[in-house]
């Protein structure tokens, strides 16, 4: 379960990154959120790489975006200030950690991390060039964890087993985001996200092996509760650099108590799109974002040295204006 909850911040919390538009963007509604003239909207500003900025899709906009390959959201503006997010998908994940404390699953292995997710971010403030910009979000989410491990046992005789474990649980994810725009290139985030384990859905764990060994084959099976998980809150820091009218790059840090729990992502944001229709394709009206970043987070290895490991990130998202 420690491995659903350290990945959360890859799936939910994909919800759960700005970019630069290549054309200029149309006249917003009147009732559309005020911005200082040195930051003016652009497609993908909703979003760094993995966490929410404090601005909305603007009204009838959508995207529809694929993180990981596995990872799909699909996100609608309702209006200037309530947005609508949509995810589904999963990651690939440790299988060793996707159980809760129950004892039920040790070993090596590699699995799914997964999850659903219907969200709504509100833009509560305008950024005025004092005050900033502010947004809250609340997402239901639905957890859920499958891997195949394989593990070994010495005793009255030597064994060799292969377990199955799945698990699902359900969160509430409550998130408030600040934004303030040092000019028209520099873009910082402050925020902070509490991750609650109030559950209605059910929420269980099931263990399914099969072992070899040299009294013949056996298999077994176990099932369990999830208990209610205690509160979680996580500070939330993001900055994006423009570097011209095609990318940026930004960066996001997850400060923890512990050295060991530290994370954060790093990459470059891409958009494309074009000026002008072309042919009979308004193609003008939309923008392609890309992300390529790499999540990093603290890890310790077989001897217990602390060092920096990472993973790649690619995204991949299709913008309306």
């Known amino acids: 379960m420690r491995t659903v909850l350290a990945s959360l911040p890859w799936l939910c919390w994909c919800l759960l990154g700005p970019g630069v538009a290549l054309a200029e963007e149309p006249a917003p509604p009147v009732d559309a959120p005020s911005a200082p003239p040195a930051a003016p909207r652009r497609a993908a500003d909703e979003r760094l790489l993995l966490t929410p900025t404090e601005r909305t899709l603007p009204r009838h906009r959508l995207v529809i975006s694929n993180d990981e390959i596995l990872l799909f959201r699909f996100g609608f503006g309702i209006t200037e200030r309530l947005q609508l997010?949509?995810?589904?998908?999963?990651?690939?994940?440790?299988?060793?950690?996707?159980?809760?404390?129950h004892g039920l699953f040790a070993g090596a292995g590699a699995g799914l991390i997964g999850a659903l997710d219907l969200g709504l971010k509100y833009h509560v403030l305008d950024e005025d060039g004092i005050l900033p910009g502010l947004a809250l979000s609340y997402d239901l989410i639905d957890v859920f964890g499958a891997g195949i491990g394989v593990g070994a046992a010495a005793g009255g005789g030597a064994a060799a087993g292969v377990g199955i474990a799945t698990a699902n649980a359900q969160f509430n994810l409550f998130s408030a985001v600040a934004g303030w725009h040092l000019g028209a290139a520099s873009h910082v985030t402050l925020g902070v996200r509490a991750l609650d384990n109030h559950h209605f859905l059910p929420q269980s764990a099931r263990f399914d092996a099969v072992a070899a060994g040299s009294s013949g084959t056996g298999s077994a099976s176990a099932s369990a509760t999830i208990d209610r998980l205690p509160?979680?809150?996580?500070?939330?820091?993001?900055l994006e650099q423009v570097l011209g009218r095609h990318s940026a790059l930004m960066g996001e840090f997850f400060p923890a108590g512990a050295v060991e729990d530290l994370s954060g992502t790093f990459g470059v944001r891409w958009l494309l799109g074009r000026d002008k229709p072309w042919l009979f394709l308004p193609l003008h009206k939309l923008r392609v974002r890309l992300d390529l970043a790499g999540v990093l987070f603290a890890a310790r290895d077989s001897t217990g040295k602390l060092g920096l490991a990472g993973l790649p990130w690619l995204g991949l998202g299709f913008y309306t204006l």
């Open 85 to 101: 997010d949509v995810m589904a998908g999963g990651l690939p994940g440790a299988a060793g950690g996707i159980l809760p404390a």
């Open 231 to 238: 509160l979680q809150v996580q500070p939330i820091v993001g």
